[in-house]
């Protein structure tokens, strides 16, 4: 079994649970995400990092549904470590970060907190509320701080529950290129 085939596994398996008290499986908010991406006109990575940021709700020990019930999954962590057996930074930093580009966001941006669902801001709270001024400028130093802030976005707009978006297998050529491009040592 491929890399690609593990990873789509997980998204007709696990993905098809429900998404945190949104009103769509976390297998169609990721692919609403990735295909919002691919819209906006971003490179692979993004869109890939985009596809796949919310992978550590549904491939580690610590669940979506205990982090609605106040544990901290560290979903961002998990994710980006088990994604980067496969990948590199380009794609595996900005799920690392996609939480923290939330709290960042919600600290610098005046009105993003009001564009996160009841749901979100729930998880915000449990997940170290906005950032302060300090952790707001050594985030931004990061290396990969403006895609993990390009994928959160998407991320929250990829909640619509009228909408799947494409299927896994729209994504798995992208997938397949980075993973390539990756084994053969081309990062």
Not at 99 to 115: D, F, Q, S
Not at 118 to 132: E, K, R, Y
Request: overall charge negative; glycine content about 10%.
């Amino acid at each position: 079994m491929t890399a690609v085939d593990i990873i789509a596994k997980l998204f007709s398996g696990e993905g098809a649970q429900d998404y945190l008290g949104e009103e769509v499986s976390v297998a169609v908010h990721m692919r609403q995400a990735g295909a919002l991406a691919e819209a906006a006109g971003a490179p692979d990575a993004q869109v890939a990092a985009a596809l796949l940021h919310d992978v550590g709700h549904i491939c580690g020990p610590v669940s979506g549904q205990q982090l609605m019930a106040g544990t901290d999954n560290r979903h961002g962590e998990t994710g980006a470590a088990w994604l980067a057996q496969w990948f590199g930074e380009d794609v595996t930093e900005p799920v690392r970060l996609h939480v923290a580009a939330k709290r960042y966001l919600c600290a610098v941006v005046p009105r993003y907190y009001g564009k996160l669902s009841a749901a979100s801001v729930h998880t915000l709270a449990i997940q170290g509320g906005p950032m302060n001024a300090e952790e707001a400028a050594e985030f931004e130093t990061l290396p990969h701080a403006s895609a993990a802030v390009a994928v959160r976005r998407w991320d929250e707009a990829a909640k619509n529950p009228g909408r799947d978006g494409p299927d896994f297998d729209h994504f798995r050529p992208l997938l397949q290129s980075l993973l390539r491009r990756h084994l053969a040592g081309l990062w």
